[in-house]
């Protein structure tokens, strides 16, 4: 076990742990930023360097600082280690040139994005990002490409995560698509065009943080925040079945994998599960999803106000909806 101390807080944690994982632990207050790693994908992260932080003190037996922001998440935890992630003024200004970077070449289209409401570069670029862009040339711009009946790829809207092209190669019969070529015009793609087609090829709409992967079957449908998110389950031979379900009034815009606090989906699902069951009778509702307040998504959130298994549609109110006494 190690004792590592994160803005001010100490936790123990087990050996090889990241510190990017051991914040996480201690809580959002102190974790950094992470667009490109994801928990249950392997070798992911390393890309984006929005989780960088400062090492003031490297452990108890070499208590000198490292010399350079390192990546959390793909730097482990020793004894003693001291880690400064907000506050620290080097952190800050670097993470803030990241976002620059990151924005360099992305699009300001958030208006018409089926990603808006829900995009964690729009969280990072209002909390790390500046106001003004120093750029005044041509962002770099692709041609859009149809990854089958189900998905669209936008790559002029992609931060090249490697999160999908993960995906593919981890939990998918095999992968037909990933990055082609370097430098400024690097872009994922099939290749010669053709159709991600297997059983868990939607995932990748989950895991990808931007709008550069989207669901057809849900594109220019509704506003997330105009939707309303409830668990459910079903039987599936597949997956786990356990999945979030879009509402908008009684239609089922979409379905998603549950995510936790980070975004992250808990459970990969099969594309049965996310585009063949679009019924309220293929599912059993368990309730309404938990939903940040930070969120957009929040202004139309729902409450549980009856027991689990007197459920229904017509019994969960939004929140303005509530009387003062049900409030309490």
Known sequence: MAKVTIDGQTIEVADGTTILQAAR???????????????????????????????????????????????????????????????????????????????????????????????????????????????????????KISLGDKIQLHMTRCILCYRCVKVAEQITDGRVHGVMNRGDVSEISTYIEQAIENDFSGNIIDV?????????????????WFTKPVNAHRNCDKCSGKTVIWYKGEEVTRVTGRKNQWGEVEEFICNTCRFDKKQTSDWTIEG??????????????????????????????PIGMLTEGENK
């Open 25 to 143: 632990m201690v809580g959002p207050a102190v974790a950094p930023p992470a667009m490109c790693f994801y928990t249950n994908l392997k070798t992911s992260g390393g890309y984006c360097r929005t989780c960088i932080v400062e090492v003031s003190k490297g452990s108890d037996k070499d208590p000198r600082p490292m010399p350079k922001l390192v990546a959390s998440c793909r730097t482990t935890v020793m004894d003693g280690m001291e880690v400064k992630n907000f506050s620290s003024e080097k952190v800050l200004d670097a993470r803030k040139g990241v976002v620059e970077f990151l924005l360099l070449n992305h699009p300001l289209d958030c208006p018409i994005c089926d990603q808006a409401g829900e995009c964690h570069l729009q969280d990072l670029g209002y909390e790390h990002g500046s106001a003004k862009t120093r750029t005044d040339f041509e962002r770099r711009t692709f041609e």
């Open 288 to 317: 309404p999803t938990a939903v940040s307040h930070q969120s957009v998504i929040s202004a139309n959130h729902y409450m549980k106000m009856v027991k689990p298994n007197e459920l229904t549609l017509n019994n969960i109110k």
């Open 208 to 224: 990808c943080p931007v709008g550069a992967l989207t669901d057809k079957t849900f594109r220019f449908k509704s506003r997330v």
